[in-house]
């Protein structure tokens, strides 16, 4: 079984441009979620979709967006990037939107630089 | 305001010996607890999970430990082996709130041979 596939695994933006990640839930999970990694903040809750709906949303600003597609992949984006973005992105799918048990599973991430 | 936090940054222990990673939280409405374990370069890994109902499970060498009157959560690895050598890394979640996870900052762990 596929684990949960995200793309790209490495990037650098420019300042000021916008960055699309892609991601791939393991095969019959309906929930995912996107968190971002930075050394000073630990890993943040961006937003959470569920059956293409947006259910949950972290405390971010209006540049980072996020949807998803019928077939439960999700994509995230960030407009006009300022430095401070940099992180690793990662993506968590679930078959469930209850967010128990051991059914949370995470891919590796996309790491962005902003220069 | 973090509502999940892990105070110690890193903990070093002897391989053999008991690892004790701790979590706070402050949000009554947190009812279930996960530990997952986290390598550079990788996602987290689940590791065990708590309900608020319990107050301990175990699983292999992890147990998690729930003080809900403290709101406080604890991981024991034992015995610790050099494998374990990662992050860990608290997590709540509330009912009302899907699979939001709210993490903690993460303890790093060296377990030295």
């Known amino acids: 079984k596929a684990g949960v596939t995200q793309t790209p695994r490495y990037l650098i933006k420019t300042r000021g441009q916008q960055v699309t990640l892609s991601c791939s839930p393991i095969s019959g999970h309906r929930s995912v979620s996107w968190y971002q990694q930075t050394p000073g903040q630990g890993l943040q809750f961006l937003f959470e979709y569920f059956s293409e709906t947006q259910r949950n949303k972290g405390n971010f600003p209006g540049r980072f967006s996020g949807r998803q597609f019928s077939n439960s992949r999700s994509e995230m984006n960030v407009s006009t990037l300022e430095l401070g973005d940099s992180a690793l992105y990662l993506c968590a799918s679930s078959p469930t939107g209850t967010g128990r048990g051991n059914t949370i599973y995470f891919g590796e991430g996309s790491w962005l630089t902003v220069v | 305001d973090q509502q999940v936090k892990q105070n110690s940054p890193s903990l070093s222990v002897q391989e053999g010996r008991i690892s004790i990673l701790n979590c706070d939280y402050t949000?009554?409405?947190?009812?279930?607890f996960l530990w997952y374990k986290k390598y550079p370069a990788e996602g987290p890994t689940f590791l065990i999970s708590?309900?608020?109902?319990?107050d301990k499970n175990e699983d292999g060498r992890f147990t998690v430990f729930l003080n809900k009157s403290a709101k406080h959560l604890s991981l024991h690895i034992v015995p610790s082996q050099p494998g374990d050598s990662a992050v860990y890394f608290c997590?709540?979640?509330?009912?009302?709130?899907?699979?939001?996870?709210?993490f903690g900052g993460g303890t790093r762990l060296m377990v030295k041979p």
């Open positions: 949000n009554s409405m947190f009812d279930y």
């Open positions: 708590i309900s608020s109902i319990k």
């Open positions: 997590a709540a979640s509330a009912l009302y709130a899907g699979n939001m996870l709210t």
